[in-house]
């Protein structure tokens, strides 16, 4: 199976600022990779598939880059609905796999 | 616009089986390739199996090899996920979701408790 590292785990910022959060796959994955958004209570939200194509609906703030194993979610100009757990996913190949999750939370 | 609606919350005891529901709306589901994630309280997300369009087959991960089973009625649109010899451990929330994985079900509730 495919391994989805993310990093960091958790990550304190300020409204404003811009984050990075990176995510790497254990062997490569094209650009299979997606990013989601989730809340507490509710189903994870897709920002990003193909690694870099922005979902329909979602702010040009969220931005996505890489290719092979190492890939990127960059989210600028953070505001309080921003703050929230994110996962990377890898769509390759079988099974599926998702990274363990990043917390941002609002310093 | 494609939408799905899962079914309720349930509440099962060990050994048990429970049988989700997702209805799908705005498209058919033939259509679709449709997948199940879980998430455990407090915990990530994990894939269970899904509708391989190349192979026109549903995969499942191995984890649940045997106790997982998923179909599809398509005279209702409706996909299904159906998890046996429930234990403690299942208890998550389960939804299914499609598209380029931009679709999620509102996710159902599954308690396993004797």
């Known amino acids: 199976d495919i391994q989805m590292t993310q990093s960091p785990s958790s990550l304190s910022a300020s409204v404003g600022d811009r984050v990075t959060i990176t995510c790497r796959a254990s062997q490569g994955i094209s650009n299979y990779l997606a990013w989601f958004q989730q809340k507490p209570g509710k189903a994870p939200k897709s920002l990003i598939y193909a690694a870099s194509s922005l979902q329909s609906g979602v702010p040009s703030k969220f931005s996505g880059s890489g290719s092979g194993t190492d890939f990127t979610l960059t989210i600028s100009s953070l505001q309080p609905e921003d703050f929230a757990t994110y996962y990377c996913q890898q769509y390759n190949s079988y099974p599926s796999t998702f990274g363990q999750g990043t917390r941002l939370e609002i310093k | 616009q494609v939408q799905l609606v899962q079914s309720g919350a349930e509440v099962k005891k060990p050994g048990a089986s429970v049988k989700v529901s997702c209805k799908v709306s705005g498209y058919t589901l033939t259509e679709l390739s449709m997948h199940w994630v879980r998430q455990a309280p407090g915990k990530g997300l994990e894939w269970m199996g899904g509708?391989?369009?190349?192979?026109?087959?549903?995969i499942y991960a191995q984890k649940f090899q045997g106790r997982v089973t998923m179909t599809e009625d398509t005279s209702t649109d409706t996909a299904y996920m159906e998890l046996s010899s429930l234990r403690s451990e299942d208890t998550a929330v389960y939804y299914c979701?499609?598209?380029?994985?931009?679709?999620w079900g509102q996710g159902t509730t599954v308690t396993v408790s004797s």
């Open positions: 509708f391989d369009p190349e192979d026109g087959e549903t």
């Open positions: 979701a499609t598209g380029i994985w931009d679709v």
